[in-house]
Structure formats: C-alpha cells, structure tokens
C-alpha cells in the first residue's frame, strides 16, 4: 500500500505516472515514528536497521552510518568522502523501522528535485535525518504487499509507481569499446579492424567529443569524419554501431543555428536579469537549452535526427547535470583575487588558501548555479530548486524524440546525470570513475541499488575512466562486467590504451568477452523479466534469502536475474575468495565458451580458487540456465530462440524464457518454458 503526502507547494517532477491522492502532510496523518521538523523529516532506527536504495551513491549496500547529497555534481573524483554523484535518486527502504504496530520494513520516496540531505545514522545512530532547502516536496510510503517478502514488495510497488524500465536493442547489450577519444575515420575502424583480428566481440564503438565540429552539438567534423553515414553503413554491415555523445551545452556561435535559433525562439535558460545564462564547457561559452518546458525538449529532441539521418542508432548523453566549467562571474573574481595578491611572495596561510580556492572553486560553482533560471508552469523558477531534474529532462527530451523520430525500431540511449523518472526514457552510466581496485567493489555493489530505483540498463566505465589499468584490473572488471546490462569500455584522454588487443593476454580477454555473448540468452530474458514484472535484474542476497542471517549483511555477491549469484574478486594478487552460499548451489568455473568445469559444493563458506582467467557462476538448486555455447563476433550472430541449458536438478523443472524480437519498440515479448 502506497500512502502520498504533500508538503507545500512541490515542484512536479513528473517521476510517479500512478495516480495517487495526496494528503496534506502534518504529524497526525503521518503517524508514530516520523517526526516533521521545521526543515525535513527525522526517522528512528532500531539497533539492527538497514537502510537500502539512493540508487548512485558512495559505500556500500546498506547505506547505514553515512551522509548523502541529492545534488547532481560533476565531480570525477568518486572518493569515499563523496557525498554526491551525478544522479539523484531519493527512494529508500528501511528494514526493521517501526511505522506502526507489527510493521518492520517501510519504503521512502521523497520527490524533492532541489538539494536533499541523508544522515542515516551518522550524527546519531539511532536517527535517519533528511534536510530539504525548504519545505516543498511531496513524500511517499510505501508499506509491503507481502510482509514475508517485505523489500521486493516495497521494490515492486516502487516500480510500478514510477513506471517502466527503458529497453534498449537488443545489439546494445553486447559490448562497446569507447575512449576519449577515437579522433577519425581511420582510427574507428582500426578498432573494428583489431577486434575482429583477435576475436574479441564487438558490437559498438563510441565517439566521445572530438567527432563534433569544434565542440558543437549535432554536427560533425568533416576533415576527421568525411562520411560518417557511410562508416555507420559499412560497420552496421559486420554487426558494430556508431554511438556518438551528445552534450547539454550548446556553442555561443554566431551562423550556429542551433544556438540562433533557439535564442530567436527564447529556449535557453536565463540569469537573474532575464538575460541568456551563459557558461563554458567544452566549446566554450555556451548556452543551455531549458528542457524543463516541454516545447524546448521537442526543440532540442529533434535536433537528434540529424545524426539519425546518417544511420546512428545510439547516443550517450553527457555534461547534463549540467557541468559548467566557469562563468564570466567566475573568472573576473579569479582574476580579482590573482590582481589582490599579485607581487607578493610572502602570503600567508590564509591568503595562500584564499588564492588557490578561487581557482579550485570556479568550475560547478554554487553561485553560478544559483544564477540559473528556468520558465516553467509555476512561472520563473530559480534553477536550484529544480537542479536534479535538468539531465532526467534533457535524456527525456532525446527519448521522446527518437520515438517520434524512430516509432517501430528501439534505440540505444543512456545518460550521465539522472532523476528518478529518467529511468522510462533511457539508462545510465555511473560516470568518471577511476582504474582503482575500490571502484570495481563499488561498482558491484551500486548495480542493486541502481536497479531498485529502476535503472536496469547501467553500467560503469570498465577498467575505470581516469588514470591508467593494468591486466589485471582490466581482466577483473571484465568478469564482472559481463553480466551488467551496459558493458562498455571507456578510458580518459591521456591514460594508457586500454582495448583489449592492447594487453599481452589478448587470448583470455577474447575468452572473456566471449562468456557474456554465451550468457546472453540469460542475461537478456532476466532483463526483460525484470521490466515486465516491475522487479530487478541485479538483487542482494538478503533479497532472495530474506531469513538468512548471513546473507543479509553480504554485500560483494550478486544474485543475477533470479537463478545464478556471481561472486566477483576484486582485489589484487588474489588467485581466489571466500563464498557465503545461502543454499547448495553448482558452481560452474568457465574459462571460455567451450571450457567450463563443474562442482557441486554445499551451503555454507567456502574459499574458491580462481585464476584471472576464470568466471565463477553459481546456479541455484532446481534451476536452469540457458546458453548459447558458440563462439560469437557479435550479438547478431546469436540463434537466441535454441539455447543450450545447463541444469541442476535431480527433477524436472522449467524456466520460464523471456524473448522479443530485440528491434521493435512495442514488440511482443513472448514467454515460453525451456
């Protein structure tokens, strides 16, 4: 059952599409346990409350003992004194948390798209706070359908209020190699060229900014990229994708007629005299579209069939939540400070702090943002009380656009920055993380949070974005990265060259590259579960094994989809780990398509070797998985309608296979017993 509450006079936001009768929200209806304050809500906590969701975040699983920011920041530095990421996802579920009698398990959603604060348990233990900037919101609690299964009846409910998943075609769940940057021609096709030279599938290949003509959106730089239309055509026929980044920026240019027309019409955000907001990113100073209003989406969605004319079929939207490199406030404030302290070589702590901060502050400042003003239904509104919905809008603009612009064939769309609601029109990638051991652990453990907020297709930069990786690492990260939707390899301009030909043992990163095209008869029909039956791809433990003890407090084992657990090692020098198994489970040890040994090992705690080369699945009793065990270039070449399947069970069984045709958008999916 799902209560709502308004506070004030909340902005719409547009992430439920339920329809559900809001009561005024004060200390009476809300009841026992939830305490209104003058600027938020405080929640008690038990001794043993966990506290699951905020989608991308820092830490780990159970978000107890740590504070959280919804402010979507482009900050690449994801370190554990992080408070905020790129996306904003204010759902949470507290196990144990007494609402009323006889009730342990509550789901938050807190629809507020300005700056939110979550202490869960970090001043006081025993307190969850969340601090709004004031008190405009509107709060949902979702209490569970089935008390026995109480957080994936809450999870569901949560999904079915906010809507369905995206669903990508079904080419986009094979892998992409991307950097910043292939600069032309040549060097995309090399890479197309290596790929298949050493076995290694391959079904995209990303364009990062330099593609653009001097940084601007929807063009493309004719001397690097003569004939784009024609190296879309000629790598769709072996099977690859072009998917070029779209930025939220647009050039300040005089003859760029995107930027003349939509200051003709009116469409960019404004500053406090009403006048043009203007910022630099990549091609300067630019202007920024207010997706906020729907006749500026429709503006601004359109503007992709420029590159859907010339056959591309996917797009990546980046730099939207929105980053801003500096402002003309900005600078002449530097340069202030620079002129202040100019010829004197003695400064002082304080003015030494005073300089350098100026410079260290300028990019993504607080001011600038506060500068921002956006025309909406509720009239002139400032940007930060709206901040967390401006890449939520912007990904929602391209959604809408390329069904109006592609009605029958699905396209591949995925963004940086997010709301909760963006998760209907596209999926997300968790940003600029780095080749760090601690970034490949956090991202195993944000895909479950990822997906309660119904962000199915996700994924992280593989081998991490900044700094350099090494084969081990890359090895690694690959063998988790196998089973999340989006598998993408994305590195920083200036690190080393990270594809997988570049590493001395091209043989094993062939081998596993090609397991995720072996799984991906599973790994698509759990995906399209997941969307249908408004539940999650990616699950904890203690979701499947509610009762378990032990499994609740496991956070570096996966369950994926509803029959396999993954057990991922993610530290260095480490030819094996230690497994909790919830139940008697087969261990399948794969090291190619055609390689795998099994084991049948029994519940408890087990150390399990486990060579770089290999990929440890773990098949529940009594379950199937259906394979397809044949060496693959690209996700085309897979026969998805006979699989081979692998069982462990000594009865007869069924698993229920999802299928579509992985094109259409409305296509039906049909489920059928293997």
């Known amino acids: 059952m799902v209560k709502k509450y308004r506070f004030g006079k909340p902005f719409d936001t547009e992430a439920v599409v339920s329809e559900l009768k809001a009561e005024e929200g004060t200390d009476d209806v809300i009841g026992a346990g939830i305490n209104i304050l003058e600027n938020g809500l405080s929640i008690r906590m038990a001794e043993r ?37 790129y996306g904003s996802h204010n759902f949470i579920v507290a196990e144990d948390y007494v609402l009323g009698e006889g009730l342990n398990t509550i789901g938050i959603f807190i629809d507020y798209p300005g ?11 025993d307190e969850l706070r969340i601090t709004f900037e004031d008190m405009d919101f509107e709060l949902y609690l979702i209490e569970p359908e089935d008390v026995d299964d109480a957080l994936v009846s809450i999870v569901s409910q949560f999904r079915r209020m906010t809507g369905k998943s995206y669903i990508p075609p079904r080419w986009a769940f094979g892998y992409g190699q991307s950097r910043w940057s292939y600069p032309d021609e040549a060097s995309v096709r090399e890479i197309a060229r290596k790929h298949k030279e050493n076995s290694i599938p391959l079904d995209m290949i990303y364009l990062d900014i330099d593609y653009m003509d001097s940084y601007m959106d929807f ?72 997706v906020l209003r729907p006749e500026v989406r429709e503006w601004f969605g359109a503007k992709y069939e420029r590159l859907t004319s010339l056959g591309i079929e996917g797009f990546w939207n980046d730099m939207n939540e929105p980053a801003l490199f500096y402002t003309k406030r900005g ?51 400032c940007h930060d009380k709206v901040h967390n919905l401006y890449g939520f809008n912007m990904t929602r603009a391209a959604g809408e656009a390329l069904e109006r612009i592609s009605p029958d064939k699905r396209m591949l769309l995925f963004s940086r920055s997010s709301y909760i ?40 930069d593989l081998g991490g974005f900044g700094t350099d990786t090494n084969e081990e690492l890359m090895l690694r990260w690959l063998e988790f990265g196998i089973f999340t939707p989006l598998m993408r390899n994305h590195s920083a301009l200036g690190t080393r060259l990270k594809e997988a030909y570049q590493f001395d043992d091209t043989r094993t990163f062939s081998n596993i590259i090609g397991l995720r095209y072996m799984l991906l008869p599973y790994i698509y029909s759990e995906y399209l ?25 496991v956070e570096d084992q996966l369950m994926v989809g509803d029959n396999l657990m993954i057990a991922p090692v993610y530290e260095q020098n480490k030819t094996g780990r230690y497994v909790y198994l919830p139940e008697n489970m087969l261990l399948l040890r794969f090291r190619a398509y055609d390689d795998y040994d099994e084991e049948y090992l029994e519940k408890g705690h087990h150390y399990i070797w486990a060579d770089k080369s290999e990929v440890l699945i773990f098949l529940r009793k009594d379950r199937k998985l259906p394979l397809s065990m044949k060496k693959h270039q690209t996700v085309g070449d897979i026969d998805f309608n006979e699989p081979t399947v692998i069982s462990y069970s000594d009865k007869a069984m069924e698993y229920e296979y999802y299928m579509d045709d992985g094109v259409s958008r409305n296509g039906r999916v049909e489920i059928r017993s293997i």
Not at 535 to 541: D, H, Q
Request: net charge negative; proline share 3%; charged share 25%.
């Open 49 to 85: 409350t966990m506290v699951f969701g905020l989608g991308e975040n820092m830490h780990g699983i159970n978000k107890r003992g740590n504070v959280y920011v919804s402010n979507n920041s482009d900050d690449p530095h994801h370190q554990e004194d992080k408070v905020s990421l």
């Open 219 to 290: 063009t493309v730089n004719k001397e690097a990229f003569p004939d784009l239309s024609g190296l879309s055509r000629e790598l769709k026929e072996e099977g690859i994708y072009l998917v070029p980044i779209i930025d939220a920026g647009v050039k300040k240019k005089e003859g760029y007629d995107i930027d003349e027309e939509g200051l003709d019409k009116d469409y960019f955000c404004e500053n406090e005299e009403g006048e043009v907001f203007e910022a630099a990113v990549w091609p300067g100073i630019s202007h920024f579209p207010d």
């Open 115 to 125: 700056k939110l604060r979550f202490d869960i348990g970090f001043t006081h233990t």
């Open 421 to 460: 609601g963006m998760h209907r029109y596209g999926g997300i990638w968790t940003g600029d993380n780095k080749a760090w051991w601690s970034h490949l652990l956090l991202n195993i453990k944000m895909m479950p949070s990822l997906n309660m907020c119904g962000f199915i297709y996700s994924g992280a």
């Open 529 to 553: 579960k997941a969307v249908n039956n408004d539940g999650v791809y990616f699950k904890t433990l203690h979701m499947v094994y509610p009762m378990d003890e032990i499994a609740r407090e």
């Open 331 to 381: 600078l002449d404030k530097l340069y202030d400070k620079v002129e202040r302290y100019k010829g004197n070589y003695n400064l002082s702590l304080e003015e030494f702090w005073d300089m350098t901060g100026a410079s260290s502050s300028i990019s993504n400042n607080n001011e600038d943002y506060s500068s921002i003003y956006h025309n909406t239904y509720m009239g002139r509104i």
